[in-house]
């Protein structure tokens, strides 16, 4: 996503880099373009240049410029619907509004088997039967579960300390907070060791 993204030309100069093939050759300077993934800025730019084209275009899509604004986190969309038709209309219509922007689509899943027939079948890079992480979770497609990994790092020969299940407990990324209920259960018992 961030290669997807123009560098406004004003501020490239602020992007060059050095570069040679081999030790022996001259080096060379180039600017770069493009949003750089891995520098401090470029998830804003990722999710600020989603917003714009939200705003631009969602007089036209409506239904995926509100998917990309309640939806997405960085360059992952969750996304759901009531009912099939209204699924295949969020769908089209976020599809049709990435591409406005230069953004292609390519890995989605779904737990309707329908949504997954449209022709596009080898452009979707994940498999119904495999998990899809995002956000600290693993959501199972058919299934339609969600799955949080927590796999406490003690073995049966050594007695838990309250240090040790406190790193344990720390250890779990959930930023949507759908392991909130097991997550306070979890600190509440810290409280009490």
Request: charged letters at 25%; aromatic letters at 8%.
């Amino acid at each position: 996503m961030f290669r997807q993204i123009r560098v406004h030309p004003d501020d490239s100069d602020l992007q060059r880099i050095l570069w040679r093939a081999d030790p022996e050759a001259e080096v060379q300077d180039f600017r770069l373009t493009t949003v750089t993934y891995g520098t401090a800025s470029a998830p804003y730019l990722a999710i600020r240049t989603l917003i714009q084209l939200a705003q631009d275009e969602g007089h036209r899509h409506p239904y995926g410029a509100a998917v990309i604004h309640k939806n997405t986190y960085v360059d992952d969309i969750l996304a759901g619907a009531s009912t099939l038709e209204e699924a295949l209309h969020v769908r089209k219509q976020t599809m049709e509004l990435l591409e406005a922007g230069g953004f292609r689509l390519s890995k989605w899943a779904s737990s309707h088997p329908q949504l997954c027939l449209d022709g596009d079948q080898a452009e979707r890079l994940f498999t119904t039967t495999e998990g899809v992480g995002t956000l600290g979770v693993i959501w199972a497609p058919a299934e339609d579960s969600l799955r949080i990994r927590a796999v406490p790092r003690l073995n049966s020969a050594e007695k838990p300390t309250k240090r040790s299940v406190l790193s344990d407990v720390a250890r779990l990324f959930d930023p949507a907070s759908w392991a909130a209920p097991v997550l306070v259960a979890a600190k509440v018992f810290l409280q009490d060791l």
